[in-house]
């Protein structure tokens, strides 16, 4: 008989030392905890991850969870064993002896939760031990990516739902912090939920302010902002040159700054993120592959200085800004053009079918794998090579990888740089014996055993060069008397890897045999138009940015939030955001029907409201959103036309 659940309170407080749960968070957990399939929608910042974590504690047994993100595994185990809490992760680029142990101290009991990237769920290692685990909650992280409805698809999270009858009883708890109306539907029938469940709060930030402003000179509209407004901060943009080029243009101006992106050396990428956490360095002009699970509270400032391809990942970008509660700010910096280069990418997204197959027939080339070999192999991935050896051009081969993808024939990794690691295997005795007749092999494994508890029990990451540094060896010998050890059989080591991963979750077929789903191709592509033109419509708007948001997400009823750029310039024309609202929409309506002049316009409303609707017309012609022909008629022009 199981002893009744340790109470979630305590354990938050035992663990992570907060007083109280943020709001729904001890909700989600109570459902989870009383076996109840639970969709949890929380924004960026609200605490996801405790909602898994904390009833992981409160009961016997075993958590896995399921997350695409190898970065945010790593990040998040390293956490949990700093606060006490037994963890490991199995993503790509392991060896079969590497999984083969995690796996096998899953089953003993020996972590409170393991961490699976969707991929590892169908294979032979996961589907003969899962049996053997004592599994008391599924979660799954980024649970939009099941939806292909969302803006973040992934093929292998399909697999959940058929994974879950390995596991009869098990409660699933699914996270998100993006989902529309549809995805929500979407996550809860795809992971078969026995009765819709889902707790969501809302999206609205009231201390963030959103902005968007027309803008040609970008840098030195960047330059102006960042000097008025105090504080870290974070600056998106779309290639990982722009990175450098702002960072330096910023370093000019005498304001502190530094660049990130996935290219960089791990160490590298390392030391930048743990200088900005630090305050040591103020901004950060990154690509998306920055931010993603950094818990940084007091970031007061966020510019894209391109638009996004979605409201997805602008509002999660974005919300990174302001976690404290404190006054923040959103700003989008756009041009009409970002609109036709934001359209030009997502042709350049969706190549044709040939051009995929011949990408394909590359990829079993370059790996070298006989038709009918590959499948759930994994293999170092130098893209720019690959797409030099073949004739490739970048963009379009980068789409065909990613569509490929989404068919479920492959799944690349960013492995992040993943760092060496060590599992000693020899007992005691053949250990000391080893010591004994190996000189630098003893220094060495007195520093593994000093410096990496638990590393004869798991696999431990280990920095080689510190080991370098403590033992007073060179490098090269350090890496060399590993080596030799693990030929004899006394540890196991994991050289450290920088590059990507590519692994093939199918066998490898003919290219001409290559099987694409051309209904399910145009279906993603035509919901991908969608996602860019309704953030096309949020950078072009003169609705509430906040309204708009979180319209987007299901909240249809919000106030105007009163602080975005919209707001403040209604605010402006002494008329309040809700009557601005309705009169602005009743003018177009009648504007789009046909042109008028103004007194025809006055005419329609009480004369009362004409001031009111003076003011906001004014307004509309101010920001273009109205013109005027040669006879003075209002009109409201067509996009793209002047």
């Avoid at 490739?392 to 960013?414: C, K, M, N, S, V």
Wanted: proline share 5%.
């Amino acid at each position: 008989m199981q002893p009744p659940p340790a109470e979630p309170l305590a354990i938050l407080r035992q663990y992570w030392g907060y007083p109280a749960f943020r709001p729904l968070q001890e909700d989600i957990i109570r459902s989870a905890i009383n076996g109840q399939d639970t969709l949890a929608l929380l924004p960026t910042g609200g605490g996801k991850s405790l909602c898994y974590q904390v009833p992981a504690l409160c009961r016997e047994g075993l958590c896995l969870v399921i997350s695409p993100l190898i970065a945010l595994m790593k990040d998040q185990v390293q956490q949990l064993q700093k606060r006490g809490i037994s963890a490991a992760a199995v993503y790509a680029g392991m060896s079969r002896r590497e999984l083969d142990i995690i796996f096998e101290n899953a089953c003993n009991g020996a972590y409170k939760l393991l961490y699976l990237s969707p991929e590892r769920l169908q294979t032979d290692l996961v589907q003969g031990r899962i049996g053997r685990m004592a599994v008391n909650l599924l979660a799954v992280d980024e649970a939009h990516c099941v939806s292909q409805w969302g803006y973040d698809f992934r093929p292998p999270y399909l697999q959940i739902a058929e994974f879950r009858e390995l596991l009869p009883g098990v409660p699933v708890l699914a996270l998100t912090a993006t989902a529309t109306a549809p995805v929500v539907q979407d996550i809860q029938e795809k992971l078969d939920f026995s009765k819709p469940l889902v707790f969501q709060q809302s999206f609205a930030r009231q201390n963030l302010s959103y902005s968007v402003l027309y803008e040609n000179k970008k840098r030195e509209k960047l330059l102006d902002i960042l000097r008025n407004v105090q504080g870290s901060g974070l600056i998106y943009l779309r290639s990982r040159g722009e990175t450098k080029e702002v960072a330096r243009f910023l370093q000019e101006n005498r304001i502190q700054a530094d660049f990130y992106h996935a290219g960089l050396a791990p160490e590298e990428r390392n030391a930048k993120q743990e200088a900005w956490m630090a305050g040591r360095t103020r901004i950060m002009a990154c690509t998306n592959a920055f931010g993603m699970g950094i818990d940084k509270p007091d970031v007061r400032i966020v510019v894209h200085l391109t638009l996004p391809e979605s409201l997805e990942a602008y509002f999660q970008e974005a919300g990174r800004a302001g976690r404290d509660g404190k006054k923040s700010y959103a700003v989008l910096l756009y041009t009409p053009a970002d609109a036709d280069t934001l359209r030009y990418y997502l042709r350049a997204a969706y190549p044709d079918m040939e051009l995929i197959k011949r990408v394909y027939q590359a990829l079993g080339s370059f790996t070298q794998l006989a038709t009918g070999a590959g499948a759930g192999e994994s293999f170092d991935f130098d893209f720019p090579h690959f797409c030099q050896t073949y004739g490739l051009e970048h963009g379009p081969t980068h789409a065909a990888l990613r569509l490929l993808e989404q068919e479920g024939w492959i799944a690349l990794f960013d492995t992040g740089g993943l760092p060496a690691r060590v599992h000693i295997a020899a007992g005691r005795e053949a250990l000391y014996d080893y010591q004994l007749r190996n000189k630098q092999a003893d220094v060495l494994t007195k520093i593994l055993l000093r410096a990496y508890p638990g590393i004869q029990r798991d696999f431990t990451d280990i920095s080689v060069l510190s080991m370098a540094k403590y033992s007073n060896l060179p490098l090269e010998v350090v890496e060399l008397t590993l080596q030799m050890a693990q030929k004899e059989g006394i540890l196991d080591y994991q050289p450290q890897k920088d590059k990507p991963q590519l692994t093939f979750l199918r066998a490898r077929v003919a290219a001409d045999n290559l099987d694409l789903n051309t209904t399910l191709f145009n279906f993603r592509k035509q919901r991908a138009e969608e996602r860019v033109d309704q953030a096309i419509r949020y950078a072009e708007t003169r609705r509430c940015r906040s309204q708009l948001l979180l319209a987007y997400f299901g909240e249809t009823e919000s106030a105007p939030c009163g602080i975005c750029d919209v707001c403040t310039g209604r605010n402006a024309s002494d008329v309040p955001a809700d009557v601005f609202a309705v009169l602005e929409s009743k003018i177009i309506a009648v504007l789009q029907q046909e042109k008028m002049p103004l007194e025809g316009v006055l005419k329609i409303f009480p004369q009362r409201q004409k001031d009111q609707v003076t003011a906001v017309i004014g307004y509309l012609l101010d920001e273009e959103i109205l013109k005027t022909d040669d006879a003075g008629r209002l009109f409201v022009p067509v996009r793209g036309q002047g």
